[in-house]
T-cell receptor
């Protein structure tokens, strides 16, 4: 199969702190992973494409210094929300692409900044 | 530019009735098309995908979709809806084989009446 594990599933943090979200491909190697953000009752908006061993590619309007992406291995990408503020509260979902399986999504992380 | 349109934000059907969710896309090359389902607070589950070949695609949970190039559509259908089908449905287009990003439609919320 093609399984993607995302942790944590829920996190509450104080305003001004940083939060790291992990996305792991459990049974395959993913040279490319994708990070999405979803507001309540809305669609998924692509934030960035994470490339193993190189810099992430950010979509227009996404602050790369705020949303740090690291793809240090073929099975792990991390998204760090730096100096989080309440407006960063959202549902974050990662995805990995495996040939012949399509895009597989993690279960998402609900971030609440208080 | 790639785009996906799901004209219906919310649809309500009676249990046992048939269902069709609409999806139109704009894509410069041969599209790779997907339908995903999302339950509240959860990640996305792949229902079916179209890469090439037979334009009628069978998926999980009794869903099917038909690719119509002339209409730029990829509508999702199910002959008899079950209460457990109530969820958010997303159509997406992507350049899968090139490791490309996935673009989502706005989503259609399905409610099922007893």
């Amino acid at each position: 199969g093609a399984v993607v594990s995302q942790h944590p599933s829920r996190v509450i943090c104080k305003s001004g702190t940083s939060v790291k979200i992990e996305c792991r491909s459990l049974d395959f190697q993913a040279t490319t992973m994708f990070w999405y953000r979803q507001f309540p009752k809305q669609s998924l908006m692509l934030m960035a494409t994470s490339n193993e061993g190189s810099k992430a590619t950010y979509e227009q309007g996404v602050e790369k210094d705020k949303f740090l992406i690291n793809h240090a291995s073929l099975t792990l990408s991390t998204l760090t929300v730096t100096s989080a503020h309440p407006e960063d509260s959202s549902f974050y979902i990662c995805s990995a692409n495996r040939k012949n399986y399509g895009y597989t999504f993690g279960s998402g992380t609900r971030l609440t900044v208080v | 530019a790639q785009s996906v349109t799901q004209p219906d934000i919310h649809i309500t059907v009676s249990e046992g009735a048939s269902l069709e969710l609409r999806c139109n896309y704009s894509y410069g090359a041969t599209p790779y098309l997907f339908w995903y389902v999302q339950s509240p607070g959860q990640g996305l589950q792949l229902l079916l995908k179209y890469f090439s070949g037979d334009t009628l695609v069978q998926g999980i949970k009794g869903f099917e979709a038909e690719f119509k190039r002339s209409q730029s559509s990829f509508n999702l259908r199910k002959p008899s809806v079950h209460w457990s089908d109530a969820a958010e449905y997303f159509c997406a287009v992507g350049d899968y084989n090139q490791g490309g990003k996935l673009i989502f439609g706005q989503g259609t919320e399905l409610s099922v009446k007893p």
